[in-house]
T-cell receptor, first 116, second 114 residues
């Protein structure tokens, strides 16, 4: 079965500093990987996704993630964060197709706090 | 361009009461999902519907029922609410049966059971 582990529950950084949010996954089949962002009191929004091809994936708001098959990782990075990036970030992996649907399995979330 | 609409946004129930959470999408998506979000546990799948007329259990279905009323609407019912069901509930939809397109989420229903 697919599973996702986000290695940090909270990450505090200063504004304009770089940040990396770590995600490891386990899967016995080919995977599709996603990062979602949840701003306070809102639903989740898709940040970026890896389906195939280039292992470096660029998303919205200057974020990017690198798929590393040997390390089973999909870490999210941004070279310079802004106060507005304060949010909770979720890594997700697509599960197997069962009963006609292919469901997402989410990690526990990482709360990113940007300090001025 | 409403996307996924959930009602209500907030609800307080007494133990044993019942209620239905409503979800509607206007994107002609085929699959719909109900998740609950609890601190430190991420999102856990309650029920899903791969297409109109089908529903199936997710990871944590106990205490819940669902109805895929039509292609647009997917409701979640708590028959006898318990404090353990205090959570934030999210509905999501996806164009296809696979997750490759990514999900579109509603803004959530914050439920407190006292």
């Amino acid at each position: 079965a697919q599973s996702v582990t986000q290695l940090d529950s909270q990450v505090p950084v200063f504004e304009e500093a770089p940040v990396e949010l770590r995600c490891n996954y386990s899967s016995s089949v080919s995977v599709y990987l996603f990062w979602y962002v949840q701003y306070p009191n809102q639903g989740l929004q898709l940040l970026l996704k890896y389906l195939s091809g280039s292992t470096l994936v660029k998303g919205i708001n200057g974020f990017e993630a690198e798929f590393n098959k040997s390390q089973t990782s999909f870490h999210l990075r941004k070279p310079s964060v802004h106060i507005s990036d304060t949010a909770e970030y979720f890594c997700a992996v697509s599960g197997p197709r069962v009963q006609g649907a292919q469901k997402l399995v989410f990690g526990q979330g990482t709360r990113l706090t940007i300090n001025p | 361009n409403a996307g996924v609409t959930q009602t209500p946004k907030f609800q307080v129930l007494k133990t044993g009461q019942s209620m239905t959470l409503q979800c509607a999408q206007d994107m002609n998506h085929n699959s719909m999902y109900w998740y609950r979000q609890d601190p430190g546990m991420g999102l856990r799948l309650i029920y899903y519907s791969a297409s109109e007329g089908t529903t199936d259990k997710g990871e944590v279905p106990n205490g819940y029922n669902v109805s895929r009323l039509n292609k647009r609407e997917f409701s979640l019912r708590l028959e006898s609410a318990a404090p353990s069901q205090t959570s934030v509930y999210f509905c999501a939809s996806c164009l296809g049966a696979t997750s490759l397109d990514g999900y579109t989420f509603g803004s959530g229903t914050r439920l407190t059971v006292v």
